[in-house]
């Protein structure tokens, strides 16, 4: 079982910056994929960013504002959000895929809000 704690969340002006990370209970190095998600309210979850076999891939809607990084000595992965829009309101989720297993962590809520 793997265990992914994010934090990092919270209300911030449009325009500004988060840094969300997603720290796992166990080494990250051999993950297959590790990716965050978001969800807001009555919407479905959707990919945000992913890191697969090294190779990073973005949502369109966040491309060139969004960077995602991950240090395997911390067992974290991190999202950096700049020039935030209101739209970008949602739960965000860590993931991680190892073979045939996937988890998730519980979320942490970012507003993008005046």
């Known amino acids: 079982q793997v265990q992914l704690v994010e934090s990092g969340g919270g209300l911030v002006q449009p325009g500004g910056s988060l840094s969300l990370s997603c720290a796992a209970s166990?080494?990250?190095?051999?993950?297959?994929?590790m990716a965050w998600y978001r969800q807001a309210p009555g919407k479905q979850r959707e990919l945000v960013a992913a890191?697969?076999?090294?190779?990073?891939n973005f949502a369109d809607s966040v491309a060139g504002r969004f960077t995602i990084s991950r240090d395997t000595a911390k067992n974290t992965v991190y999202l950096q959000m700049n020039s935030l829009k209101p739209e970008d309101t949602a739960v965000y989720y860590c993931?991680?895929?190892?073979?045939?297993?996937?988890?998730w962590g519980k979320g942490t809520p970012v507003t993008v809000s005046t």
């Open positions: 890191i697969t076999g090294g190779h990073t």
């Open positions: 993931y991680v895929r190892l073979d045939l297993l996937s988890f």
């Open positions: 166990v080494s990250i190095f051999s993950m297959n994929t």
